[in-house]
């Protein structure tokens, strides 16, 4: 099996991880978006910090500078941001229409790298973005008498902290800094931040809550070093466009475990958006 072929089979892995991760966010029931984010952080930071405590005695440096503290911040403030809002979209949307959203975030890393990182934008880049937000459009269905409107938009707002936490890590990746510390300094961060809200306003769960909980956690967790692992495999021009089974996973669950169905609407939403996606894995792959 050859690099490539690893870091697709990674990809779908961490594909059909985070819609898990979705699911179980979503079967977790009524409860406050903090207090599922909270526990979704709390296992993370566990494998991480088992990972970490790996590479401490295998003599790795773990080590964290002045000058990569600041992104480090910023990457935990935006992606705590991100999941928040991804947490509050599943409980109240369309699985695969919150799923679709969360997507948006490599449009708006493209964004904010021009703004923080200073890389150019080309003509094919900015028209990916332009019809990547039409897309988003046609699931969000900006009309006053659309209920799932609010939602939507905080599913579109998750999309942008995402992609600008990624953006930080792309930063932060130039520095050389070691990848597990990132995943831990960022889990442990939303932990903290998310701690006492959950302090002064939990909400008692049952055992299938906390089974949920956890089952996200862990899924949170294989999601996350299965993408790190597909992009030591195999550059993101060759794998990146395998990202969007996601979206397809994520129907399938919705339509299986709650009975859920996109509308046709989002369905030519999901067409742009990954229609897009894939034009740009394919600029991409030529220019390279």
């Known amino acids: 099996m050859n690099q490539r072929t690893k870091g697709i089979i990674c990809i779908i892995l961490s594909a059909f991880c985070f819609a898990l991760m979705s699911c179980c966010v ?18 993370a930071a566990l494998f991480a910090l ?9 003599g790795k440096d773990v080590s964290i500078n002045r000058r990569q503290l600041p992104f480090l911040l910023l990457r935990s403030i935006f992606g705590t941001i991100g999941i928040l809002c991804n947490f509050y979209a599943v409980d109240h949307l369309v699985l ?32 990916a973005v332009l019809f990547a937000f039409i897309g988003a459009l046609f699931i969000i269905k900006p009309t006053l008498s659309n209920m799932d409107l609010f939602p939507s938009m905080i599913g579109l707002l998750g999309g942008l902290g995402a992609g600008t936490a990624y953006t930080m890590v792309r930063r932060l990746g130039q520095t050389g800094i070691n990848k ?8 442990s961060f939303s932990c903290l931040v998310t701690l006492p809200f959950l302090i002064f306003d939990y909400h008692p769960m049952s055992g299938l809550q ?29 794998i990146s466009v395998y990202d969007y089974t996601q979206v397809i996973f994520s129907a399938l669950l919705g339509f299986f475990l709650f009975g859920q169905v996109p509308d046709l609407l989002s369905l030519v939403g999901y067409v ?6 894939i034009g740009m894995f394919l600029y991409n792959r030529r220019h390279a």
Not at 26 to 43: C, E, H, M, T
């Open 180 to 187: 597990t510390v990132i995943v831990l300094f960022f889990s």
């Open 26 to 43: 979503r079967l977790a029931g009524d409860l406050p978006s903090i207090q599922k984010s909270f526990f979704r952080n709390l296992v």
């Open 272 to 277: 742009l958006i990954c229609g897009t996606g």
């Open 210 to 238: 906390i089974a949920a909980l956890i089952g996200a956690g862990l899924a949170a967790a294989g999601g996350q070093f299965s993408v790190t692992n597909a992009y030591c495999f195999a550059p993101a021009r060759e």
């Open 96 to 127: 695969s229409d919150a799923s679709m959203l969360n997507k948006m975030s490599p449009f708006f890393a493209i964004l904010c790298s021009y703004f923080v990182l200073k890389e150019t934008i080309t003509p094919v880049q900015g028209g």
């Open 50 to 58: 088992i990972l970490l405590m790996k590479d401490i005695r295998a």
